[in-house]
Nanobody, 125 residues
């Protein structure tokens, strides 16, 4: 049974930092491109970051570029999202997702095969 378990979500003040983790079981993330998405209350799920199976490439939307960093440790079967300079508009439930290796990274949630349950990030102003 595949499980992706996110952790690290918290309440933080604007300008602060958080590091999210996504621990996988039931699959080896070394065979998967990994992504982070988020969903704010009343909004659609949106792409936050993605990383190639070997860490060789990353992708971010403009809204988080230069503030967020995705990384992975295949030996620990874990993916991370370092979030700096947080803003109130970053408040959302953050989800980890896994996608079978592909030529290009994807920003589309329907391209991903497995999802975690999410972790809440709240940024106060």
């Amino acid at each position: 049974q595949v499980q992706l378990v996110e952790s690290g979500g918290h309440l933080v003040q604007a300008g602060g930092s958080l590091r999210l983790s996504c621990a996988a079981s039931g699959l080896s993330i070394g065979s998967y491109d990994m992504g982070w998405f988020r969903q704010a209350r009343g909004k659609e799920r949106e792409f936050v970051a993605a990383i190639k199976w070997n860490g060789g490439d990353t992708l971010y939307p403009d809204s988080v570029k230069s503030r967020f960093t995705i990384s992975r440790d295949n030996a620990k079967n874990t993916v991370y999202l370092q979030m700096d300079s947080l803003k109130p508009e970053d408040t959302a439930v953050y989800y980890c997702a896994a996608r079978m290796r592909a030529t290009l990274l994807s920003t589309r949630n329907y391209d991903y095969n497995y999802w975690g349950q999410g972790t809440q990030v709240t940024v106060s102003s």
